[in-house]
């Protein structure tokens, strides 16, 4: 089956890893760093999606909205960048579709860019996989486990859990 892939930005990439591991239809997360263009250049916070033909593209954009600070520029922005990483012109066209699409969800503006994937650099192995290899510390408790109840509840048919 072929898999596309897709990168996403927000908040603390264990709690966006965790999200993604989560939901049938994608294969594979690496967590890390990710840079963009021009002013986007200096690296955030962010995971690479690779996922099959059984979860869309918009459904993991809604994901991803629903489970960081989507519409809220706080002061940590550039460590955790509110961001859709595309990898080719047709995927820009799709998300910002999608963004656009979603923004009645919403009651404030999703302040979430569209920007090219430039460059990862992966997280060190200790760090990667955090929520499956450590589902009882307080963090993944508190930050992570509320966002995996609201796949549950939301997204039932494509979670795991």
């Not at 927000?10 to 890893?17: K, L, P």
């Not at 890390?32 to 986007?40: D, E, F, I, M």
Request: proline share 3%.
């Amino acid at each position: 089956m072929e898999l596309t892939k897709i990168a996403f930005g927000g908040g603390c990439h264990w709690c966006t890893e965790a999200v993604f591991q989560t939901l049938i239809g994608v294969e594979k997360v690496e967590q890390g760093w990710v840079a963009s263009t021009a002013k986007n250049n200096a690296f955030s916070e962010a995971v690479i999606v690779h996922f099959n033909s059984k979860i869309k593209v918009k459904t993991l954009i809604e994901i991803h909205l629903l489970t960081h600070k989507s519409t809220n520029n706080h002061a940590m922005r550039k460590k955790y960048r509110s961001a859709i990483y595309y990898f080719s012109d047709s995927q820009k066209k799709e998300c910002q579709k999608i963004i656009d699409d979603l923004q009645a969800n919403f009651e404030e503006k999703i302040i979430t860019q569209i920007i090219p994937f430039q460059k990862f650099k992966p997280s060190s192995l200790a760090f990667q996989n955090y929520y499956q290899s450590n589902p009882n510390k307080p963090f993944c408790k508190t930050y992570i486990n509320p966002k995996l109840t609201l796949i549950k509840k939301k997204f039932s048919k494509f979670s795991s859990l």
